[in-house]
C-alpha cells in the first residue's frame, strides 16, 4: 500500500501566486518523520524540510511555509508569492522510526510562468 | 566539492551488457542508498547499507546488484541491462546518529538501455 499520497500531479500559476501542495500519508508508527525534497529542471533532489511525528509546531522558512497536522495525516507544503526558479517537482516523502527507509510520493510539479 | 558523487552522470548501453554506476560521499555518512526514478512514480528503493557488512534489498532489486568497498562508496551493478532499466539513478546518504535521519542526494545518473 501506498504510504505517501500526493493528489496533486501538476500545478501551473503565475508569478507571485501562492501554491500549495498537498501531501497524505499512512503509517502505523507512533514515531515518524515528514520530509519535502525539490527536482529543478536540472535534475538534483535537493532537501528542503524534515518534520518529526512528535512535533506539530508549523514551519515558516522564508516564502516556504508547512502545515503538518496528525489527525488529517497531512504535510502540506505552500510557497508564498512564488517565482519561476521555484519551477520543479516536489516531493513528499515518509520514514518510519523502525527502518528509516524513505517511501516518496510520486511528486508534484509545479509550474511558474512569468 | 559536492558532497555525494555519482558516475557516470549520462549512460547509453545496449540490452544485455553489464554496467556499474557509482557513488562516493564525503560526509562521513555510515548508511548509503540505491533509488531509481521513473515519471509518475517517484523514487523507489533498490538496495541500501547500513555500514560496509550490511547491505539489504529495497523493493525492486532484481536484475540489481550492489557492493560497499569502503565507508564512502556504494556501488551498483546490472549484470544484463534491459529496457525497462532505462531511468534515472540516485545514490544518497543518511547518518545513523542524525535522529530522523536525513538523505542526502547525489546528482543522479541518467541511464538508458537500447
Known amino acids: 500500500a501506498q504510504k505517501v499520497t500526493q493528489a496533486q500531479t501538476e500545478i501551473s500559476v503565475v508569478e507571485k501566486e501562492d501554491v500549495t501542495l498537498d501531501c497524505v500519508y499512512e503509517?502505523?508508527?507512533?514515531?515518524?518523520?515528514l520530509f519535502w525534497y525539490k527536482q529543478p529542471p536540472s535534475g538534483e533532489l535537493v532537501f528542503l524540510i524534515r518534520?518529526?511525528?512528535?512535533?506539530?509546531q508549523n514551519e515558516i522558512s522564508g516564502r516556504y511555509s508547512w502545515n503538518f497536522q496528525k489527525s488529517t495525516s497531512s504535510f502540506n507544503f505552500t510557497i508564498t508569492a512564488s517565482q519561476v526558479v521555484d519551477s520543479a517537482v516536489y516531493f513528499c516523502?515518509?520514514?518510519?522510526?523502525?527502518?528509516?527507509?524513505?517511501?516518496f510520493g510520486a511528486g508534484t510539479t509545479v509550474t511558474v510562468r512569468a | 566539492d559536492a558532497d555525494v558523487t555519482q558516475t557516470p552522470r549520462n549512460r547509453i548501453t545496449k540490452t544485455g551488457k553489464r554496467i556499474m554506476l557509482e557513488c562516493s560521499q564525503t560526509?562521513?555518512?555510515?548508511?548509503m542508498y540505491w533509488y531509481r526514478q521513473d515519471p509518475g512514480l517517484g523514487l523507489r528503493l533498490i538496495y541500501y547499507?547500513?555500514?560496509?557488512?550490511?547491505?539489504n534489498k529495497g523493493e525492486i532489486s532484481d536484475g540489481y546488484s550492489v557492493s560497499r568497498q569502503a565507508q564512502a562508496k556504494f556501488s551498483l551493478s546490472l549484470e544484463s541491462a534491459i529496457p525497462n532499466q532505462t531511468a534515472l539513478y540516485f545514490c544518497?546518504?543518511?547518518?545513523?546518529?542524525?535522529?530522523?535521519?536525513?538523505?542526502?542526494f547525489g546528482p543522479g545518473t541518467r541511464l538508458l538501455v537500447l
Open positions: 560526509k562521513g555518512h555510515d548508511r
Open positions: 544518497a546518504t543518511s547518518d545513523r546518529k542524525d535522529k530522523g535521519e536525513t538523505q542526502y
Open positions: 516523502a515518509l520514514s518510519e522510526a523502525d527502518d528509516y527507509k524513505l517511501s
Open positions: 547499507s547500513f555500514d560496509v557488512k550490511d547491505i
Open positions: 503509517t502505523r508508527d507512533t514515531t515518524y518523520y
Open positions: 518534520r518529526n511525528s512528535f512535533d506539530e
